[in-house]
């Protein structure tokens, strides 16, 4: 069976495997995620006021996501582990909730989309985690890539709206 254009991960055989990079040259690569975090009012204004019981769902969830990226490779199987030069998770309010963007660089062989990706989805995780108590039926959702920008073959990528 011979591999299916563009999937990859797949081999001619049709089994999983990770790619080999090491041919690739090192480029600067950068890639921004979002997503949103939608909850019930209560739990919006205890975020606002400070008063969630088990501290600042904001920054445990910015500084939850930056771990998140720095150990993508270990949760997704076919990652490669990538030197991360910067990674950002910045939390705004939204009229639901919170809109939450992660932003990677690295100079690699590969990009760091999953990486803002991850980023973002462990944030939202851990937003729900410590606000659980005032709203079980907190959503996480719309998690996508905005943009990848420099280096890789198939160039920079802009989501559209």
Known sequence: MAR???LTHVDRRGRVRMVDVGDK???EREAVASGEVAMNA???KLIRTGGVAKGDPLQAARIAGILAAKQTSALI???????LTHASVELRPSRT????EARVRTAARTGVEMEALTAVAVAGLTIYDMVKAVDREIEIGA??????????RSGAYRRRS
């Open 42 to 44: 209560t739990a919006r």
């Open 25 to 27: 040259p090192v480029t």
């Open 97 to 100: 909730g919170y809109r939450i």
């Open 143 to 152: 998690i996508h890539l905005v943009e990848k920008r420099r280096g890789g």
């Open 4 to 6: 299916r254009p563009g």
């Open 77 to 83: 199987p076919l990652c490669h582990p990538l030197p």
